[in-house]
């Protein structure tokens, strides 16, 4: 049974750095195909994705926010991590991570996510 | 990167059937049949309902169904419910790894 779980700071102030924890159980990175994906949603509004780490250590990122975006993993942890730079209040957001199915586009389990809000 | 177009909102009485439309470009919905489709209520983290345009993930009621035209994708609810009043959003791959979702839908049943 695939689970994960989001995990870090509830407020950041301005201009901080934030880092978010997905930590997940039932798969492993050593799987060829897995990935493991950071979506967020400010409330009341729509789902933007943000970044996706592969199996491989290939890493993608929004276009829009990869100058502030860093995805790693700790494989021994069973851990990915979002760092993102600069925080400002349109960062507030429910931060989820997703796991991305082997071979298929598409992110077929979610963590219950993160709330982060943006705030001095 | 630019957020796929959903309506807003759409609405049906128990029983009928819905269609919501997830309208993209040639970079994204026209260029890939990589569309998925996610319901969430309120509170609740995204669930996945189709990929790949029309493939129910084991345990999605057949209810629902995808299907694309060009740059338009559509998830279909037929016979709807009253569970099935909720958020939908589509999601497409665009390309080198990258993926945009849409606007987003609120379905209410009457």
């Known amino acids: 049974q695939i689970t994960l779980k989001e995990s870090g700071p509830t407020l950041v102030k301005p201009t901080q750095t934030l880092t978010l924890t997905c930590s997940f159980s039932?798969?492993?990175?050593?799987?060829?195909?897995?990935?493991v994906g950071w979506i967020r949603q400010p409330p009341g509004k729509a789902l933007e994705w943000l970044a996706l780490l592969y199996w491989d250590d290939d890493k993608r990122y929004s276009p829009s926010l990869e100058s502030r975006l860093t995805i790693t993993k700790d494989t021994s942890k069973n851990q990915v991590v979002l760092t993102m730079t600069n925080m400002g209040p349109v960062d507030t957001a429910r931060y989820y991570c997703?796991?991305?199915?082997?071979?298929?586009?598409?992110?077929?389990?979610w963590g219950q996510g993160t709330m982060v809000t943006v705030s001095s | 990167q630019s957020a796929l177009t959903q309506p807003a909102s759409v609405s049906g009485s128990p029983g009928q059937s819905i269609t919501i439309s997830c309208t993209g470009t040639?970079?994204?919905?026209?260029?890939?049949?990589?569309v998925s489709w996610y319901q969430q209520h309120p509170g609740k983290a995204p669930k996945l309902m189709i990929y790949?345009?029309?493939n129910r993930p084991s345990g999605v009621s057949n209810r629902f169904s995808g299907s694309k035209s060009g740059n338009t994708a559509s998830l279909t609810i037929s016979g709807l419910q009253a569970e099935d009043e909720a958020d939908y959003y589509c999601?497409?791959?665009?390309?080198?790894?990258?993926?945009?979702f849409g606007t987003g839908t609120k379905v209410t049943v009457l």
């Open positions: 790949d345009v029309s």
């Open positions: 039932g798969f492993s990175f050593s799987t060829s195909g897995v990935g």
């Open positions: 040639r970079s994204d919905v026209g260029g890939y049949y990589y």
């Open positions: 999601s497409s791959y665009t390309g080198d790894s990258i993926y945009v």
């Open positions: 997703a796991h991305r199915l082997p071979g298929v586009d598409t992110f077929d389990l």
